[in-house]
């Protein structure tokens, strides 16, 4: 599978985090948000990701990435100087694509052609991570042949979904990740928001 990890900073400091972690036959994808407008934000994202490297071992199905989350919310939430986050985890197996999130980024399959699914459709916006009661929903789809993307709200929020697919289909994976961020620049040449993605080849 290949996979390209873009980011890119919207605002003085950039907030987001991701990951992309080859475990064998299969492959550890996440993205992270940190909580804009208050402290520790940056904090929070940063350690969400180091948690799921730490507890990788674990989550050899959906339900313990649920839990994984869970327990990323309350380490979280005890840390002095983390605020908040929102994530995306995704596992990526050679028979299908597993995982949970919280927040407002989100992951899609676009397959190679017809409508894409949002895997995080159910998701709960709110609590996030590092609240102390952050309610992770699991999502679990078979691996066929397309895309899989994962994305913070600052490209997922500015621009269309035709437009996502169409990049995402039309471009070979690197390409198409460092197009999709051009996707919600301003003519300035600045971004309305910090955004981070993961484009991966099924």
């Known amino acids: 599978m290949n996979a390209s990890l873009q980011t890119a900073a919207g605002n003085p400091e950039n907030q987001d985090r991701g990951l992309i972690l080859n475990d064998g036959p299969r492959i550890i994808l996440c993205v992270a948000d940190g909580a804009g407008g208050r402290s520790g934000g940056t904090e929070a994202a940063a350690l969400a990701v180091k948690l799921i490297c730490q507890g990788a071992y674990l989550l050899g199905e959906a339900d313990a990435c649920v839990e994984s989350l869970r327990k990323m919310d309350e380490v979280i939430a005890k840390d002095p100087i983390a605020g908040e986050t929102t994530c995306v985890l995704a596992i990526v197996t050679p028979d299908e694509i597993f995982g949970a999130s919280v927040g407002d980024s989100g992951g899609w399959w676009i397959p190679e052609s017809g409508i894409h699914v949002n895997l995080t459709e159910a998701q709960q916006r709110k609590p996030f991570i590092g609240s102390g009661s952050a309610l992770p929903v699991s999502f679990r789809h078979k691996n066929q042949p ?47 928001d910090d955004v981070t993605l993961i484009l991966t080849k099924l």
């Open 146 to 192: 397309g895309n899989l993307l994962l994305a913070t709200d600052g490209l997922l929020k500015y621009t269309s979904a035709d437009r996502i697919v169409g990049i995402c289909r039309e471009q070979p994976v690197e390409v198409a990740a460092r197009q999709l961020i051009e996707l919600v620049r301003y003519p300035s040449g600045g971004l309305p």
